[in-house]
């Protein structure tokens, strides 16, 4: 009986905006795997065009992840490779992912990161704030309790702090940074590496001020707020 060698999962990052920012080994490898599980299959079909990559597609997102993984997990088994991707930057960072990656190391299958971008890095990097370290929270719950209960604990934080918010809470958000955090800089990216590319840098007074009197502000924000005065920063 022969022995079939396991596939490999590829965590590839895909660009975040711009369709230029993605790497050749990325091309390569979404075009040579047999199967790409994308959290949005007419999201990445796009990318995939740009790029004339016919490798077929498979709906992979939060709520079939569950019961995915172990499909997908089936298929490297059979020694065909797979790669995963999200709509937008590195999977499993605020994306879907983490499930079948333990999944995949179940079963000893190789997992292979084909880097890329990724917006809280993106957002990062020109916040000019400390970046020797940095604490990267994501999502906060859209629950205006336990998100106050979150930015409480983080008040004595002296790291650099980055989030992921909504457009239709980015004030909320804001509001309740200033009122528990304090007046600090901040920097809010939003539709980076996009036509309509914006990067605010000023303190929390000021970024209320300013998305407060935007009309239904758009594209998933990026925040980078400066850590508690006096220590590592």
């Known amino acids: 009986m022969s022995h079939v060698q396991m596939g490999t999962l590829y965590i590839v990052s895909t660009p975040i905006g711009n369709l230029e920012d993605i790497t050749f080994r990325a091309v390569r490898i979404l075009s040579e795997v047999e199967l790409i599980a994308a959290e949005d299959t007419r999201y990445t079909k796009r990318l995939l065009n740009h790029y004339q990559i016919t490798t ?25 490779s797979l790669a995963l991707v999200s709509d937008a930057g590195t999977p499993t960072i605020s994306d879907p992912g983490y499930r079948l990656v333990v999944s995949a190391l179940a079963v000893d299958a190789p997992i292979v990161p084909i880097p890329g971008v990724s917006a ?14 940095f604490v990267f929270e994501g999502f906060l719950s859209p629950k205006a309790g336990r998100r106050r209960r979150r930015l409480t604990e983080l008040v004595n934080e002296e790291r650099t702090l980055i989030f992921y918010e909504s457009p239709h809470r980015i004030v909320k958000f804001l509001r309740d940074a200033f009122e528990i955090l304090g007046d600090r800089r901040i920097c809010v990216a939003r539709e980076l590496t996009k036509k309509f590319e914006e990067i605010f840098r000023g303190d929390l007074q000021k970024a209320i001020d300013k998305f407060d009197q935007t009309k239904k502000p758009k594209g998933e924000f990026t925040l980078v707020i400066e850590g508690a005065i006096g220590g590592a920063n």
């Open 56 to 80: 077929p597609l498979t709906s992979f997102y939060r709520d079939n992840e569950s019961a995915k993984s172990s499909r997908l997990v089936e298929h490297l088994r059979g020694g065909q």
């Open 120 to 133: 809280c890095i993106v957002a990062a990097s020109v916040a000019g704030l400390p970046l020797h370290n």
